[in-house]
């Protein structure tokens, strides 16, 4: 591939990352290339399962749960929930990410948008404990991806728990950790529901040199029974506009950086 259609791919897959989808008429304009050159830049890309063409256009392929899961309906409620605040998230939490990172993301319809937004990135090792990203990423042959491996106990979470997750753990250095949290405040810290899921996050958030807590501005405030880490562990908060200028104060006054996307 040359230089140059590389860089259309690129410029591409940031259109669909923003968008979700598009036309070849548009791609045409923007890229200022005859519509012949972007059909055969799709054709590539869909190759290797990053779009998916439509009629007159294309769309990022891995808008939907990888084919196993996507009949699971509790998950799919919970990612339509604030799914336009979540995509954003993701978006702003894979432009974090550089090239020879090894990153973690945790179980979680946030952090499985954020996963889903690095698919077209190359030379990054992923650890993650949820079933769902592994499988999605692992088509992805430029990521090098690692389950924790451990017990799935609740069905639409495909998050792995216990002492093997934990051990996995225990034995590697991450650049960054992308941390769901059900509830994240600024007394309480960032917290969810299940202990033991919460100790596999608390495990992440140990080995990781920054800690990026991903959640929309519903979950600001709230608390839930498990706490994965106190506010003074989180280096990067990631939310969306809807946050209260008072708890965005809050949360900067306790030194955490606030991306509001």
């Known amino acids: 591939m040359s230089i140059k259609t590389d860089q259309r791919a690129k410029r591409i897959l940031e259109q669909l990352l923003r968008h979700g989808n598009t036309t070849v008429d548009e791609l045409a304009a923007q890229l200022e290339a005859s519509t012949a050159s972007v059909r055969r830049d799709l054709t590539r890309l869909e190759e290797r399962g990053l779009v998916r063409r439509t009629h007159g256009g294309a769309k990022l392929a891995g808008q ?3 084919e196993p899961f996507r009949f699971d309906s509790s998950f799919q409620e919970r990612e ?36 889903r937004c690095i698919r077209h990135r190359i030379g990054i090792h992923v650890i993650t404990n949820a079933v769902n990203i592994g499988m999605e990423l692992n088509t992805q042959a430029a990521l090098d991806v690692t389950l924790t491996g451990g017990t799935m106990r609740w069905a639409g979470a495909f998050s792995l728990t216990g002492p093997t997750a934990m051990e996995m753990l225990s034995g590697v250095f991450l650049d960054k950790a992308f941390i769901g949290a059900c509830g994240v405040d600024v007394e309480r810290g960032a917290t969810t529901i299940e202990p033991d899921e919460a100790a596999v996050f608390r495990a992440m958030v140990r080995q990781a040199r920054q800690v990026i807590v991903l959640a ?31 708890a ?5 006054a306790n030194g955490v950086q606030v991306l509001a996307v």
């Open 216 to 246: 929309d501005s519903s979950k600001i405030g709230m608390i839930s029974p498990a706490l994965i880490c106190p506010v003074t562990d989180i280096d990067i908060l990631i939310t969306d506009s809807g946050i209260s200028a008072e």
């Open 80 to 115: 339509g929930r604030f799914a336009e605040e979540k995509r954003r998230i993701g978006l702003a939490a894979a432009e974090l990410v550089r090239e020879h990172d090894t990153v973690c993301f945790t179980a979680g319809t946030t952090t499985t948008q954020a996963a």
């Open 64 to 66: 939907t749960q990888y």
């Open 248 to 252: 965005l104060a809050g949360f900067r």
